[in-house]
């Protein structure tokens, strides 16, 4: 059983960069779909950031973040990435990583994800 786990959170200021990684465990991520959502509060739902296929080339992202964020994987290293560039503070939120589950939900909304990974924070300072 292949579980995800974020890292790379952390506090920074409006304007910076960060990027957030996801890792899985237990198995191999080159075969599975994963996407990154993020939650800014804890009784908000989350919010689709971006998508990746198996083909790397395959990428899909949110409108509100489309143009700051980059989704990439690295297949060697068992981890997708999260590019995150010119932070504003309404990014602050935990963001979690998860696979993509054919057959559930759509693949922007959290129903078509399962296999959470725990969430890593991101708060960024005005």
């Known amino acids: 059983q292949v579980q995800l786990v974020e890292s790379g959170g952390g506090l ?3 304007g910076d960069s960060l990027t957030l990684s996801c890792t ?3 198995g191999s991520l080159s075969t ?3 996407g990154w959502f993020r939650r800014a509060a804890p009784e908000k739902g989350r919010e689709f950031l971006a998508a ?3 083909n790397p080339s395959m990428k899909y992202y949110a409108d509100s973040i ?3 964020f980059t989704i990439s994987r690295d297949n060697a290293e068992n981890t997708v990435y999260l590019q995150m560039n010119s ?3 309404e990014d602050t939120a935990v963001y979690y990583c998860a696979r993509r589950i054919w057959g559930r939900g759509n693949n922007d909304t959290p129903a078509g994800y399962g296999f959470w990974g725990q969430g890593t924070q991101v708060t ?3």
Do not use: F
Request: charged share 15%; proline share 5%.
């Open 52 to 54: 990746i296929s198996v």
């Open 24 to 26: 899985a465990s237990g």
């Open 87 to 89: 932070l504003k503070p």
């Open 12 to 14: 920074v200021q409006t």
């Open 124 to 126: 960024v300072s005005s």
């Open 32 to 34: 599975l779909n994963v």
């Open 66 to 68: 489309k143009g700051r």
